[in-house]
Every structure is written in structure tokens, then in C-alpha cells.
């Protein structure tokens, strides 16, 4: 049995200094699933800070190991389950390559579609928890009102509304029709609207800015040291998106920026996720008006999967960041070993350095800010 | 190109260009597990990032019968990506990058708890996903799990206790 942790004790270590050590989760609102923060206190003032993970370690490598490559496909969506759709497709794209199966066009766009939407969705819900960690509840409202437009939409083509399983390798599993095209129309000029109420709403507000703006600063040396990627990446200046950098899909055929911002700050990662957003429906836009008919499968799939023997390294742009997979096969039915490259990991393991100096009161602005899923941190 | 810098380095025993078209990597390194820091700083210095890092259980693999380790190092200014294999083997135990890479901290970690794979020179090794007084390193191919507590609790009878109370029975 484990024995169970006081949530406070004091350290008694100088005369004059009365320092603390406060648990911050596992079981706390705004650590958003269970992270468990050991902040070493002074006062209010955080001296260090340890991160403890592993509360929702599922064992989806262990998994991987155990059974063939099709079957590990629902594990997939599950390790994040916010931008699900991200990961799985992700992953039939690591097979498809290392398999060399070839995807019909209009599979590639129907991805590009409901992969877009999917980060939209992840988006906007970050952007209402975390408006609600610091004390707004009405943002909360909006950005949940789009993003079950959202579900709804890709609830009407998968199936399901978090975990899609949608990707099959060589395509996806079912076709989108005229009535998803015209909702997804529909939403996309709706969304560009809401998008500029959701600006009016939260980044003008001035105890938004005053709670976001230089707090929980991670500069570029700091990122690129540690190697974050993703919004917190970009928003210390960085431009690097792996759609840009190393298309995979049918990326490079498509127009898009990507945002940054200079400061590296909670405000600047903010920023740099509403454009996403902007940039998302472009997407969206884009392939919807390009996308051709055809099949959605590949005529040819081979009945077993199994990838040439040796390495195998494959990457996306998930919401959070550099998302890949790396497998390495020996040939046969099962993966010798498949690692997930999460980016919310690596995110999480610069909190030692960002988190001490700053007020407790701003860890919850600064944890929040980098978009943190516990389950795919654990996995 | 990095793989002619690489194998002046001691240490470095093979480099091979791979075809990034199946692959994913640009190319790929053997090297000692004592030289890792040493190549660690010159991809650093080069100006790659690290990735990722993982570790294989090859000791039931023909040939192998070892651990390794795998770093990954990528670039951003061009498409270039980078895997360097490091063979372990008793005597030779795998040493820490962290002190380069401040990211590999936790990859390392994850490592050692995963793969029971110890890290010399590691600042805090402990383990990272499961429990602390957790027994075992369950991504090793020969693991078995030994939280009999689990079962009790889920009411689940083990394969072995039937098997013992059978031969009680008897």
C-alpha cells in the first residue's frame, strides 16, 4: 500500500525563513486531470516546484506491444482526447508510410477537414477552462456553445464525439456528404464572427491582461532547449508548425501562417491559439472548396501490416505540439517497441524552471497557458 | 554533414544515410554509451534539439541481447533528422545527457522506469510514470506483473491460485 502524502508539512530549515511544502493536486480543478504539483513555499512565493505525473498511466505502449498494428488504432484517440482525431489519423499516416499505401485524394482532404475542425475544437476548449481557472465563467459558455457545433459535425460523419477511431489505413472510414459540407460551411462563417466576439470578449479585457502579460515567461532558449514545440513554442517567436516545416498529408498544397508571438508569455500563447483558430478555418475553407470525388479508401491495403524491420519515425502537428510516432518493428505482426512523442510531456518538464520565482497564485495561470492532457502525458 | 563531424568523434562506430521517404530519418549513428555526451553536444553545438529518447529491450532479439538506446535529433532551419543507437551492455551502462539536452531529464527518467535501464550521471533518477514503490519495469519483454493487490481487489483469481488450490484440494 502507498502510503498517503500530507498535503502540507513544514520544513523547518532556517530560523528566519519558514518555508512549506504544499501538494497541488492530484485532485485539484485546475491542474486539468491529475497532475500533482510538490511546490516548495515561501510565503506565497515558489522556491521549487516537482512535478508528479503518472496518475493516468493506461500503459498504451505496453499495450502496442501486445497486439498487431490495426488493433492498437483505438488506443490512439484516446490519448488525447481533445484533439483525438490529430493522433489517430496521425498514426495511419506512420503506417501508411512506413507501409508505402498510397491514400485517394479525397480521403486526404475529408483529414484535412475534420482534422482542422478537431484542433478548432481543442482550441476552444482551452480557451474556456482556462478563462475559467482564472475566474471568467461567461468565455467558458462561448467557447463551449462552438465547440459542440463542432462535435456535432464530426459526431454526424465518425460516429463519435470524442474518441473517433475515424482513420483507417489507406483512408478513413466513412464519407462525408453534401449535408457536412454545408454545415461545415455554415459553421465556418459563423465561426469567423464568434471569433472576433471571443477577442472583443476576453483579450481586451483588462484583468485578462493583467493576469496573462509577462506572467510564466518561456523564452525561446528555454524551448528550444528542453525541445517544446507547439503554441508555447511559437509564442516566444519561434515559427515552427510541423504542417510547414515537414508536410505530411497533402499540407503543402495548402495556404497558411504560422502565428508567434514575441514574449513567450500566458498572453502571447493566447494569442498564438486564437490565430490557429483563424488559420484552422482557412484550412477548412480551403479544402472544402477543393475537395474532388472518389473513393475513400485505398483500393489496395495489404491484409497484414507489417513495416519494414527497423526504425520508423513519424510526425504531426497535434494541438499541443510535435506529436510522433516512433516505432520500431522487427518484421512481424506486433511493433518491437512503439514510443509516443507527446508534446504536453515535454511541456510539462520545463515547469521546474519556469514555475519558481512566481506567485502560487500564478500557477494555475501558468500551467493552464500550456494547454496540458494529462492522458497524453501518462499515456 | 553531421555523420562526417560524428565519426571523427571516439566512440562513434557507424554512421549510414537513411531514406527519409520510408523512414522518417535523414540518417543514423552507432555510438558507445560513454561517448553520448560528448555527441550530444556536438548535435547541440550543430544547432539540433533533442527530440526524442527511448530505449528497446533487444535481449531476446538473434544477434542483439542487449538494451538500446535510441536518441532522435531534429533541426529546425532544415528538414534534417537524426537517430543515434547506443548499445548497453553490462559493463557498459548509459550515460546521462541531461546536462546537455535539459529535456532529456525526464526521457530518461521514463527510461529507467520503464526499461529498469540505469543512467549514469542522471541528476535525480527515480521513477517518473509509475509508483515508486512500484516492483518491476514493465516495458522489458520479460515482465510479469507482480500487483497481486490489483487482483484482490478486482476480484479477479489469478491462473496460479486455481492451479494451487487445486493441488490442495488433491
Known sequence: MTTATPTMELVPEDEDRETYILNMGPQHPSTHGVLRLRLHLEGERILECDPVIGYAHRAHEKMAENRDYLQFLPNTSRLDYLSGMIYNLGYCQAIEKAMQIEV????????IVVGELNRISSHLLWMGTYLLDLGGITPFLYGFDDREK???????????????????FGGVTMDVDEVFLRNVADFCDHFRGRLEEIHKLVTGNVIFRHRTRGVGVMGADLGL????????LRAAGVARDVRKDEPYGIYDRFEFEVPTEVEGDCFGRHMVRMSEMEQSIGLVEQAMRDIPDGPIMAAKVPKRIR???????????????HFGIYIHSDGSDVPLRLKLRTPSFVSVSTMPVVLPGTLLADTVAILGSIDIIISEIDR | MIGEELIRLAGVSASSEQDYATRGYHGEHEAAPEAMPEVAALFRDAGYHLENLTCLDQRAVEEMGHFSIVYQFGRYDELD????RAKLTDDRPATSIANVFPGADWYEREV????????EGHPDLKRILMPLDYVGHPLRKDFVDQDTLRYQLSGVVLEEEVEEEAAGDE
Do not use: N
Not at chain 1, 162 to 168: K, P
Not at chain 2, 81 to 84: D, L, N
Open chain 1, 104 to 111: 485517394p485524394e479525397r480521403a486526404e482532404y475529408i483529414r
Open chain 2, 112 to 119: 529507467f522506469d520503464m526499461h529498469g535501464v540505469g543512467v
Open chain 1, 225 to 232: 532547449s528542453y525541445g517544446v514545440t507547439g503554441p508555447c
Open chain 1, 307 to 321: 513495416p519494414p524491420a527497423g526504425d520508423h519515425y513519424f510526425a504531426v502537428e497535434s494541438a499541443r505540439g
Open chain 2, 81 to 84: 533528422r537524426q537517430v543515434v
Open chain 1, 150 to 168: 463542432i462535435l456535432d459535425l464530426l459526431d454526424y460523419v465518425t460516429g463519435s464525439r470524442l474518441t473517433y477511431s475515424y482513420g483507417r
